[in-house]
């Protein structure tokens, strides 16, 4: 069963930085995308960044470029999501999600990688992240 699983959330000063991780197991070998995405209260869930496994080809929204990197080992079976300078909107529920790469996949290919929620297809349980003083 192909589950992704999230890790590395806490509370963090603004200004600050963590780390979080997501770990994937149970998949099939080939190309796939991972996207990171948040959720504040009361809001709906936004896409953070993505990245390609087979190149490491990645993409940031606007909000969170420059400030943010996703990065991945596949040795491990682990991406990254590294956020520096973080602000406090950007406290959210963290969540990485996965979709096979496929010629008929549904985004925007002058972009590396799918940034919509509805597009991915396997989802971790997210985890909290809350930026205050």
């Known amino acids: 069963q192909p589950q992704v699983v999230e890790s590395g959330g806490g509370l963090v000063q603004p200004g600050g930085s963590l780390r979080l991780s997501c770990s994937a197991s149970g998949f099939t070998s080939g190309y796939y995308a991972i996207g990171w995405f948040r959720q504040a209260p009361r809001k709906e869930r936004e896409g953070v960044g993505c990245i390609a496994n087979n190149d490491g080809a990645t993409y940031y929204t606007p909000s969170v470029k420059g400030r943010f990197t996703i990065s991945i080992d596949n040795a491990k079976n682990t991406v990254y999501l590294q956020m520096n300078g973080l602000k406090p909107e950007d406290t959210a529920v963290y969540y990485c999600?996965?979709?096979?790469?496929?010629?008929?996949?549904?985004?925007?290919?002058?972009?590396?990688?799918?940034?919509?929620?509805?597009?991915?297809?396997?989802w971790g349980q997210g985890t909290q992240v809350t930026v205050s003083s």
């Open positions: 999600a996965t979709v096979r790469f496929s010629y008929d996949l549904d985004f925007d290919r002058s972009r590396a990688c799918p940034i919509r929620v509805s597009t991915y297809a396997v």
